[in-house]
């Protein structure tokens, strides 16, 4: 059974920091690019960061370089974002990606954790 696990999601304060984790397990990981992606309430979901799946590319929608920083250990099986300097606009619903690098699919998505940022 394929899960995507997403953690670390909370209320922070206006620059402040967050690390979410994403934990994949029922697929082989290390074949997976991943992704976060991100859902305002009213709006669609957008990409947020993106890795290859040897973690040696990545790229960031513009909103949020020099801010956040994507990250994966595929002996954990495991995918991060670290995300400094957060903005209300920041907050959303974000969501864990997979998809199969090689062939582009199959794709899976994570149940998402809730980021807020409020003072």
């Known amino acids: 059974q394929v899960q995507l696990v997403e953690s670390g999601g909370g209320l922070v304060q206006p620059g402040g920091s967050l690390r979410l984790s994403c934990a994949g397990s029922?697929?082989?990981?290390?074949?997976?690019?991943m992704s976060w992606n991100r859902q305002a309430p009213g709006k669609e979901r957008e990409l947020v960061a993106a890795?290859?799946?040897?973690?040696?590319?990545?790229n960031y929608a513009d909103s949020v370089k020099g801010r956040f920083t994507i990250s994966r250990d595929n002996a954990k099986n495991t995918v991060y974002l670290q995300m400094n300097s957060l903005k209300p606009e920041d907050t959303a619903v974000y969501y864990c990606?997979?998809?199969?690098?090689?062939?582009?699919?199959?794709?899976?998505w994570g149940q998402g954790t809730q980021v807020t940022v409020s003072s």
């Open positions: 990606n997979a998809v199969e690098e090689s062939r582009g699919w199959p794709e899976y």
């Open positions: 029922g697929f082989t990981f290390s074949r997976y690019a």
């Open positions: 890795i290859t799946s040897a973690g040696g590319r990545s």
